[in-house]
């Protein structure tokens, strides 16, 4: 049983991610180490953990990006004009939500059921129904 060269993986995933990738190294190193131990330390687990830490390394970027969000800046001449962007267009969620496209091509499928999925809960809010058909006493 050959274990996961960490160094090739590290690199693999600094390669795949997109070049607006924040996560230091040191950082990543720790990440990519939380996927091994949780999937497993072997070699032919590895498209798997190489995606993990991908959509791992990709959700850190991600809770990185919301603290300058949509800061924008635009300089003409002397003049700095800063405003934030609302558009609500997210980088990193869009990069997530392509792994299940990305993985197979480094050999791993993403499963489309369970907690294996890549899923993001929508605006909608959901519908709670009490049922007191077993209350007796009346509550005010």
């Known amino acids: 049983m050959a274990t996961v060269d960490r160094d090739v993986l590290l690199q693999e995933v ?8 924040t996560v230091g190294g ?19 687990n590895h ?3 190489l995606c993990k830490c991908l959509r ?3 959700i850190q970027n991600m809770a990185n990006a919301t603290t300058s969000g949509g800061l924008k800046r635009d300089r003409t001449g002397e003049f700095e ?3 934030y962007n609302t558009t609500g267009k997210n980088f990193w969620r869009d990069w997530i939500i392509s792994l299940k496209d990305i ?3 480094y050999g791993y499928t993403i499963p489309t059921n369970g907690l294996g999925s890549i899923s993001f809960i929508s605006g909608e809010t959901p519908t709670l129904t009490i049922d007191t058909s077993c209350c007796t006493q009346e509550f005010t």
């Open 14 to 21: 600094l390669e795949i991610l997109p070049s607006n990738n």
């Open 26 to 44: 040191s950082l990543m190193r720790r990440i990519n180490e939380r996927v091994i131990i949780t999937v497993g330390d072997d070699e032919v």
């Open 81 to 83: 004009l800063e405003y």
């Open 47 to 49: 498209p798997e953990i």
């Open 103 to 105: 993985c197979p091509l």
């Open 56 to 58: 791992a390394n990709a």
